[in-house]
């Protein structure tokens, strides 16, 4: 059966040159058969090739095929909706970082490893020095009068390991406190999450119905299928979304990677409820919510300004 593949609001030029397309792409993903999980699975089990050969043929081996069941053929075939470029566009790039105390053993092992001229053994040294505190107990330190800033860092060391109460005691009574040493350190790289919204006012009985199918369009590529086999315990992928953004046929702001569709957000009617005389609805206000299939890395960004100065430039595979 015929099916539309394409989707446009709106329907006639109103002169604004500014588009967006949104692309729903079905990835092609591989069976077990085509991975390396029978090898695993057979190297931690330990089998043997004489083993191996002596076994029947399991479930990885012979014919496979992926089942759709009743789902149209028409989910993830390619399917494309071009929209009106939003008046606000919003891109943020995010990276993580978590905050780690070195304390005074691994201040001084940074201090050691950034000096180009220190070896091995002197880091080491460095560490040892300062895992040893500089008196053998409370008692000595005391003993000595802490008159010291040395001393009574000393003390407070030693104290810390015996009693969260002593080392407040003299932290209050010396004003002095360990220095946590706090740096930022690399977690990793956020995944972007992009949101779009559209205000559509159909004016034709024509562009009413292709309101009401693009938001048919984007829920039925949004969610997953369930599996054919067993009880419905696994889910399948649905379909990627390739959004490209242009005006007057040229690409405009921030490449996006391949997106997940994760939130559909339709209100109807938002400033009156009022119909046309088919019964379709006089205003749809759609907002849609995506996340990229991966983390970004310094190249996706080096290769994606390459591609803008340089138009033959072919993007690198790193580069989605």
Not at 41 to 60: H, Y
Not at 109 to 118: E, K, M, V
Not at 217 to 225: K, S, V
Not at 252 to 281: C, E, Q, R, W
Request: glycine content about 8%; aromatic content about 10%; hydrophobic content about 35%.
């Amino acid at each position: 059966m015929a099916y539309k593949k394409n989707f446009k609001f709106p329907l006639e030029d109103d002169g604004y040159k500014g588009r967006i397309t949104f692309e729903a792409i079905q990835e092609n993903y591989k069976t077990l058969p085509e991975t390396v999980f029978s090898g695993l699975v057979e190297a931690a089990s330990g089998t043997t090739n004489r083993e191996r050969a002596r076994q029947p043929e399991t479930g990885f081996k012979g014919q496979q095929q992926v089942v759709r069941g009743s789902i149209p053929t028409r989910v993830g075939s390619g399917r494309k909706a071009t929209m009106y470029l939003p008046s606000t566009l919003q891109f943020q790039d995010n990276i993580e970082y978590t905050n780690v105390d070195l304390g005074i053993i691994g201040s001084a092992a940074a201090n050691s490893l950034g000096d180009p001229n220190a070896s091995g053994r002197a880091v080491l040294g460095a560490i040892k020095n300062n895992l040893t505190p500089d008196f053998a107990s409370i008692q000595e330190a005391f003993n000595v009068g802490l008159k010291s800033e040395g001393a009574q860092v000393a003390a407070l060391r030693l104290s810390s390991k015996l009693s969260p109460e002593v080392q407040g005691a003299i932290e209050t009574t010396t004003g002095i406190a360990l220095n946590p040493n706090r740096r930022s350190t690399l977690r990793g790289i956020g995944v972007r999450q992009f949101r779009f919204t559209f205000k559509m006012i159909p004016t034709s009985q024509v562009e009413a119905e292709e309101v009401k199918q693009i938001v048919q369009f984007f829920r039925e590529e949004m969610y997953p299928d369930t599996s054919d086999e067993g009880l419905n315990a696994a889910l399948r992928f649905p379909s990627k979304f390739n959004i490209k953004m242009f005006y007057d046929n040229k690409r405009v702001a921030t490449k996006i990677l391949p997106s997940f569709l994760a939130n559909v957000d339709v209100v109807y009617n938002a400033t009156g409820m009022a119909f046309h005389k088919d019964g379709n609805f006089q205003e749809t206000d759609i907002s849609l919510s995506f996340v990229e299939e991966r983390a970004l890395t310094k190249r996706d960004i080096i290769s994606e300004a390459t591609a803008i100065d340089n138009p033959n430039y072919v993007l690198s595979a790193g580069a989605g």
